[in-house]
């Protein structure tokens, strides 16, 4: 026979169970938040490496999708700075040693590629570049490269990448079933005003929380069954 929770405990015991029943489960308890997820996918959506990954092309990585199609998926790594000057990329482009910007490496796929995204309050022409949210933008269009750098527009900001991550029909799919993507809706902000090295905490603390239960630091287990 379980034996009673004793009668000073009831209250405690009470609040906690109510607390664990209004916590959100964590994003990667169950099946049918990562079906759901799969559902959210399209241009514009964060990929927020779960903390499980251990791929070492995107572990701890926030990934922009920029394209979604039955075609597969294909997108930019936003936390993977590098120290090579744009202008080393093309050394062909002279206007581009005014942006004084360097690469990030985009994905391991088409190293040799370069993508721009790009945040214009103005919006740019659709033969150009393709429009993600808000003021959000991405193009690999060379004319939409030559178009900016020769003068860049006040209030536009620019990002090249080195390569981009990509997935085959269905795959991106299967990684996030397996919990090894959190979904979440892109952001300006995170893209071109949050530190690199800060993007993926911040991110997997949104997508990814932890019960407040987890985090209580009891001393000694309770004395469950025993009068005082």
Same mark, same amino acid.
């Given at each position: 026979?379980?034996?009673?929770?004793?009668?000073?405990?009831?209250?405690?015991?009470?609040?906690?169970?109510?607390?664990?029943?209004?916590?959100?489960?964590?994003?990667?308890?169950?099946?049918? #938040?990562?079906?759901?997820?799969?559902?959210?996918?399209?241009?514009? =959506?964060?990929?927020?490496?779960?903390?499980?990954?251990?791929?070492?092309?995107?572990?701890? =990585?926030?990934?922009?999708?920029?394209?979604? =199609?039955?075609?597969?998926?294909?997108?930019?790594?936003?936390?993977?700075?590098?120290?090579?000057?744009?202008?080393?990329?093309?050394? #062909?482009?002279?206007?581009?040693?005014?942006?004084?910007?360097?690469?990030?490496?985009?994905?391991? $796929?088409?190293?040799?590629?370069?993508?721009?995204?790009?945040?214009?309050?103005?919006?740019?022409?659709?033969?150009?570049?393709?429009?993600?949210?808000?003021?959000?933008?991405?193009?690999?269009?060379?004319?939409?490269?030559?178009?900016?750098?020769?003068?860049?527009?006040?209030?536009?900001?620019?990002?090249?990448?080195?390569?981009?991550?990509? &997935?085959?029909?269905?795959?991106?799919? =299967? #990684?996030?079933?397996?919990?090894? &993507?959190? $979904?979440?809706?892109?952001?300006?902000?995170?893209?071109?005003d949050t530190e690199p090295s800060e993007m993926w905490p911040a991110l997997i603390e949104?997508?990814?929380?932890?019960?407040?239960?987890?985090?209580?630091?009891?001393p000694r287990p309770l004395p469950w069954g025993r009068r005082p």
């Open positions: 026979m379980i034996a009673p929770f004793a009668t000073g405990r009831r209250p405690l015991v009470a609040a906690l169970l109510l607390l664990a029943l209004l916590l959100p489960a964590p994003a990667h308890a169950g099946w049918p #938040e990562r079906e759901a997820a799969t559902t959210r996918l399209h241009a514009g =959506s964060f990929l927020v490496a779960s903390r499980d990954l251990q791929d070492p092309n995107f572990r701890r =990585s926030v990934v922009l999708l920029v394209e979604v =199609s039955d075609q597969g998926a294909t997108g930019l790594i936003l936390n993977r700075p590098t120290k090579v000057p744009f202008a080393e990329a093309i050394p #062909e482009i002279d206007a581009l040693k005014r942006l004084g910007i360097n690469l990030y490496l985009g994905g391991p $796929v088409a190293r040799y590629r370069v993508g721009l995204l790009v945040r214009s309050p103005k919006p740019l022409p659709e033969n150009h570049a393709r429009h993600l949210f808000g003021q959000v933008y991405f193009s690999d269009r060379l004319a939409t490269l030559l178009r900016l750098v020769q003068a860049v527009p006040k209030g536009v900001t620019l990002h090249a990448y080195a390569g981009h991550a990509g &997935w085959a029909p269905g795959q991106l799919e =299967s #990684e996030i079933r397996r919990g090894g &993507w959190h $979904v979440v809706a892109g952001d300006a902000a995170t893209c071109f949104r997508a990814e929380p932890r019960a407040i239960l987890t985090r209580l630091m009891v």
